[in-house]
């Protein structure tokens, strides 16, 4: 990741509410990529990290201020823009709005531009919502932060 100016993660995600950088991105091999790690990287400002896992934005209704969660981190560590979820995903459904963001982010043949990101995240969820037979709590949990 230090080097990668984008990443894509498809995999569960974990939230620790007693220590919240202790969260992370469950892994292969049982290991899990922590906020604390994600954090410690140093690395130059840009890129995507996209985060098609579950809770990876969700914050600490005690602590609303001070958000401390995967998607921060990422943005901490110097990515320009993540795309995480509030709560659980749909498995069966989160691939296709990856897919739509990346056809989105690619459609001019161009090298893609993460500040795009919002916008292309947008339309996937658009999408989602013009199927007309998929409840909100399902399109609903993906957001975008940063640029």
């Not at 984008?6 to 991105?25: K, M, Y």
């Not at 809770?55 to 823009?81: N, Q």
């Not at 979820?85 to 989105?104: C, F, G, K, N, R």
């Not at 500040?115 to 037979?133: D, K, M, P, T, Y």
Request: proline share 4%; net charge negative.
């Amino acid at each position: 990741m230090k080097d990668a100016d984008w990443v894509h993660f498809a995999c569960h995600g974990i939230q620790d509410p007693v220590n919240r950088t202790e969260s992370g991105l469950c892994l292969a091999d049982q290991r899990r990529l922590k906020v604390s790690d994600i954090i410690a990287l140093s690395r130059p400002r840009g890129g995507l990290a996209f985060l098609s896992a579950c809770e990876t934005a969700t914050g600490d209704e005690g602590l609303s201020d001070e958000a401390i969660h995967i998607a921060a981190g990422m943005l901490f560590a110097g990515y320009g823009g993540v795309i995480g979820t509030m709560w659980s995903i749909s498995d069966e459904l989160a691939p296709h709005v990856a897919w739509d963001v990346y056809a989105q982010l690619f459609r001019n043949g161009t090298r893609p531009d993460y500040r795009e990101a919002a916008r292309a995240l947008h339309e996937a969820v658009g999408h989602l919502r013009e199927r007309g037979n998929v409840p909100f709590h399902i399109w609903l949990p993906f957001i975008h932060v940063g640029l």
